[in-house]
């Protein structure tokens, strides 16, 4: 099929802690609910391509109608114009989370949702109830897909179509107040980390995960 080219309609859904708006976009209208994070940390830029060309990609599968697709395009612009993980208070959004395991710290917050971005995308979650949230990460030297909640399953299908490895968080250090902890393992909610190799060209990270991407958003 010929991919159709998708303009987005850009909904604000928040504001990060220098004024710039975070937005969303909606693709398809059916009833599995997934939700696609382009980016939490402000240098782990590798899924760009991804997050652009997903949507296109679900249209020429023709499944918009199995889907109803969100796509966040980066929760943390301050951090990406800064080139910096954390956002513009210097927090790690990805350990600011209301989880059991919180740590209160100047790189965590003070409390959990202390910071605009991690409130606005904890709120998000609550209003979509998504089937499916994956965010896109990247890691120095490696790259394999991590799993939170009931979705190895997914991971495992994940595996097979990219070549990228399963990681078990348990395998790697603790994360408090992560949204991986949150929403996967308090909410049972299903979420994939995507760790690109860091410095990946973003076009190459697309290109080796497109079809992987596409059979877990359709759960196919």
């Known amino acids: 099929a010929v991919a159709r080219s998708v303009e987005p309609t850009w909904k604000v859904f928040g504001e990060s802690v220098q004024g710039r708006p975070l937005r969303m976009a ?10 696609w994070v382009g980016g939490i940390h402000g240098n782990e830029r590798e899924g ?17 109608r199995k889907v ?16 910096q993980r954390g956002n513009a208070n210097g927090v790690d959004l990805n350990r600011n989370f ?6 209160p710290h100047r790189f965590f917050g003070k409390q959990p949702l202390s910071q605009p971005e991690s409130r606005a995308l904890h709120e998000l979650i ?6 499916l ?32 490895p399963v990681r078990e968080s348990g395998d790697m250090a603790a994360t408090p107040g992560s949204l991986g902890s949150w929403a996967g393992v308090e909410n049972a909610i299903p979420i994939l980390t995507l760790e690109y190799l860091r410095g990946r ?7 080796e995960t497109e079809q992987a991407i596409l059979a877990v958003v359709l759960d196919a």
């Not at 209301?98 to 740590?103: E, L």
């Open 68 to 83: 109803t697709l969100t796509v966040l395009e980066d929760v943390n612009p301050d951090g990406t114009a800064s080139k």
């Open 133 to 164: 949230v994956i965010v896109a990460h990247s890691w120095s030297g490696d790259h394999f897909i991590n799993f939170d909640g009931p979705a190895q399953h997914l991971a495992e299908r994940f595996a097979k179509l990219s070549g990228y």
């Open 98 to 103: 209301p989880t059991k395991n919180f740590q």
């Open 126 to 131: 609550l209003t979509l109830k998504p089937h």
């Open 201 to 207: 060209e973003p076009n190459a990270a697309w290109a």
């Open 26 to 35: 909606t693709y398809g209208s059916g009833p599995r609910r997934v939700l």
């Open 48 to 64: 760009v391509v991804a997050t652009a060309s997903l949507p296109a990609a679900l249209l020429a599968a023709d499944r918009e």
